[in-house]
Nanobody, 116 residues
Framework: QVQLVESGGGLVQPGGSLRLSCAASGNVFNINTRGWYRQAPGEERELVAS???????NYADSVKGRFTISRDNAKNSIYLQMNSLKPEDTAVYYC??????????WGQGTQVTVSS
């Protein structure tokens, strides 16, 4: 089992920045992909960004050039730096880890609200 705890959400004005953090504990040894998803009210959960053990990153087209995913292996953590935030980025953001057996683990989510 893997436990994930997100932090860093909040209310920010359009054009502002936020940094989300996700700390993992438990059996993280077989994790091969880490990522951030988001879900807005009435919408399906969607991939925002992911990073593999090899460091390959992938971003949703809507966030390319504005968001950056990173990791700290020593701390079993990943981060999402979000710049130039837009109202349409408003959602609950979830951290997700997937292991080599395709088991997926989710955090509890953190709310990001972009509004003036």
């Amino acid at each position: 089992q893997v436990q994930l705890v997100e932090s860093g959400g909040g209310l920010v004005q359009p054009g502002g920045s936020l940094r989300l953090s996700c700390a993992a504990s438990g059996n993280v040894f077989n994790i091969n992909t880490r990522g951030w998803y988001r879900q807005a009210p009435g919408e399906e959960r969607e991939l925002v960004a992911s990073i593999t053990t090899g460091g390959i990153t992938n971003y949703a087209d809507s966030v390319k050039g504005r968001f950056t995913i990173s990791r700290d292996n020593a701390k079993n953590s990943i981060y999402l730096q979000m710049n130039s935030l837009k109202p349409e980025d408003t959602a609950v953001y979830y951290c997700s880890f997937r292991n080599i057996f395709s088991s997926i683990y989710w955090g509890q989510g953190t709310q990001v609200t972009v509004s003036s």
